[in-house]
């Protein structure tokens, strides 16, 4: 937990474990996460990082209600979250556009579903936001990747969240694209700043987008080892923060505690 506590944050984990139960055989167990508490205060961006299978997306989906707690709560905005959380969007790893639609069709569809009446508008407005002001009548397959990605972003910021989930949402872009996006998403959370929970495999990209980067053990049974404010200066270039003497300071201090529990995840990864 923070200094702050858990009633100013947005969302937050409070000793949250996830244990699923295999349906051919109720005596086998698997915990995905445990003694996790965690906070992510209204108008903060935190990343989590840790090794593959770890857990992180297994704590997104909490925070998304998709999954319950086994263990402990999640609350947000200090209230017990059940069933689907409401105030959040949810940007998540693989494609979730929808072939029949268009872009704008796409960006509205969600505004569309709450029986908002100038879903076409806001959705045309947030592609213009998102650079894709002149392809709303593309479908996704007209698209590049990166493109389609900035579709699903305004997808997710067209509803006005309060809280925003990413799962790796940039890791299968193009380095120069990955970029690109990432300042994209840093000038539209400065605009609105609204909470951020960002899932990563990549350190860089944590450290340059984040205020604070949450570290977790690996799994089974994962949990943090590690939390660490980032004190760069906003605004920040994502590709120019790398090159500074902080930045460098600041991925020493997070590889090191991050670097065992890299290898550990790697060899469990081989013997499977």
């Known amino acids: 937990m923070d200094a702050r506590g858990t009633s100013s944050a947005a969302l937050s984990f409070d000793n949250v474990a996830c244990t ?76 979730s556009l929808m ?29 213009r936001r998102v650079g894709l002001g002149g392809f709303g009548d593309r479908y996704p397959h007209q698209l590049s990747g990166g493109m389609r990605k900035r579709v699903s972003l305004a997808q997710t910021l067209v509803l006005d969240p309060d809280i925003i989930l990413m799962d790796e949402p940039f890791s ?6 990955r970029q690109l996006m990432e300042n994209e998403v840093l000038a539209l959370w400065a605009a609105k700043k609204k909470a951020v929970l960002f899932i990563t495999h990549d350190l860089d990209e944590a450290i340059a987008m984040s205020d604070r980067v949450v ?26 923060v790398r090159a500074t003497p902080r930045f460098i300071e600041l991925h020493r201090a997070i590889w090191s505690v991050l670097r065992e529990e890299v290898l550990k995840g790697y060899q469990q990864q081989l013997a499977a």
Do not use: H
């Open 20 to 95: 699923f139960i295999s349906k051919d055989d109720p005596g086998q167990r698997y915990t995905a996460v445990r003694d996790v508490t965690l906070t992510v205060g209204a108008g903060e961006f935190v990343s989590v990082v840790g090794p593959t299978g770890c857990g992180k997306s297994t704590l997104l989906n909490m925070a998304a209600g998709l999954l319950a707690p086994s263990v402990g709560n999640v609350r947000v905005f200090g209230e017990p979250l059940v069933g689907i959380n409401a105030r959040a969007g949810y940007m998540f790893q693989s494609e």
């Open 215 to 240: 570290c977790l053990s690996a799994g089974p049974a994962s949990r943090p080892i590690g939390e660490f404010t980032i004190d760069l200066d906003r605004p920040r270039d994502v590709a120019e």
């Open 172 to 177: 299968a872009l193009d380095i120069q694209t």
């Open 99 to 127: 072939p029949w639609r268009s872009a704008a069709s796409n960006v509205a569809a969600g505004l569309e579903f709450r029986g908002v009446p100038d879903a076409a508008a806001q959705a045309e407005e947030w592609l």
